[in-house]
């Protein structure tokens, strides 16, 4: 549960999202409230609240019986019921701008100036949504990881508009829930999330395009290789330790070769010594050099236990892919 005071929470649409957001804050100890306009979804939302909740205990992920728990959660039929009071609201519905725009509209109403009106939008920026609306100082996008009670980043990206004491409580609401909020400088679509993902998804059908993979292989090297690292160091961090000297040695020894592959696709943004330096002045504020080869050592133990924990789990994933086929 969360050390600070309750907040009473508004969810907007109750698919996939909008059930993994109230488990992120029903178990951060908030009254939570989903609303949907479709009955069956409504319907839906307690039982696959209650299915996900049971798999975190099961895993040791909660601090508390499941059902105290879902018990913070509820559903309601209407928008006003929901948002009644609600420090932060969070609207879950489809990608799509004339939607959201609706959505927001109606929220602009029904709630009071603090009131923080976020959207999981994962490529429109808040500034479409917000255009021409009065609510739009309060308006910004809250992008989370799929499912966010398992991925707990979140991007909050404010639109030149949003008032700064809105993007701080948000900040403050999703750190205490146990997410790790990042607050992106300036709008862009995707973001920083789908925009690094996208970039090596286009890379990816690109080589399958070309001939040059098969699918299988190229998730291999994903899943076998970049993926061990990437689930506990960024790029950054994970080029700044393969290469002794750091990220700027880094840059000098690869970046030619970088610069060739993102011509070769059309792409030219080479890394000007400009923002080498940058980056480096930031890495080495993260991490001094003299304290490389720790940090070199913590990753190596890092990766240890990832591959003592696979280890450990691949014979009873071989068995449940077995079943499957069967099936």
């Known amino acids: 549960m969360s050390e600070t005071s309750p907040e009473r929470i508004a969810i907007i649409g109750g698919g996939s999202i909008g059930v993994a957001f109230a488990v992120v804050f029903a178990r951060a100890g908030h009254r939570t409230i989903i609303t949907d306009p479709d009955p069956q979804r409504r319907a839906a939302v307690p039982s696959e609240l209650a299915a996900r909740l049971t798999s975190l ?38 990608e799509r701008l004339e939607i959201k725009q609706e959505v927001f509209r109606e929220l602009g109403e029904l709630t009071g100036p603090d009131t923080i009106l976020a959207s999981s939008s994962s490529a429109i ?95 291999t090297v994903v899943r076998d290789g970049l993926g061990r690292r990437w689930s506990f160091m960024g790029p950054f961090e994970t080029v700044d330790l393969n290469t002794r000297g750091g990220i700027s040695s880094h840059a000098q020894k690869m970046g030619p070769a970088y610069e060739r592959m993102g011509a070769e696709r059309g792409q030219h943004d080479p890394w000007t010594p400009d923002l080498v330096a940058e980056v480096n002045h930031q890495r080495r504020a993260l991490l001094p050099l003299d304290q490389w080869e720790d940090r070199v050592a913590w990753r190596d133990q890092r990766l240890i236990e990832l591959a003592q924990t696979l280890t450990r789990t691949a014979p009873s994933i071989s068995r449940k892919s077995e079943h499957d086929n069967d099936n």
Do not use: K
Not at 73 to 85: I, K, R
Not at 148 to 175: F, K, N, S, W
Not at 179 to 199: C, D, H, K, W, Y
């Open 125 to 219: 920026t808040a500034s479409r949504t917000a255009d021409g609306l009065e609510c739009a100082d309060r308006i910004l996008v809250a992008h989370p990881g799929n499912p966010p009670y398992l991925l707990p980043v979140i991007e909050l990206v404010p639109t030149a508009d949003t008032r700064p004491e809105i993007v701080e409580a948000a900040h403050r609401i999703y750190a205490a829930a146990g997410m790790s909020p990042v607050t992106v400088a300036r709008e862009v679509e995707g973001f920083i999330f789908n925009r690094l993902q996208g970039a090596v998804l286009r890379e990816a059908y690109a080589l399958v395009r070309d001939g040059v993979a098969t699918v299988e292989d190229i998730d």
């Open 57 to 94: 205990d099961a895993a040791g992920l909660l601090t508390e019986d499941p059902e105290a728990v879902l018990a913070r959660a509820t559903v309601t039929s209407t928008v006003a019921e929901a948002v009644d009071g609600a420090t932060l609201v969070q609207e879950c519905a489809p």
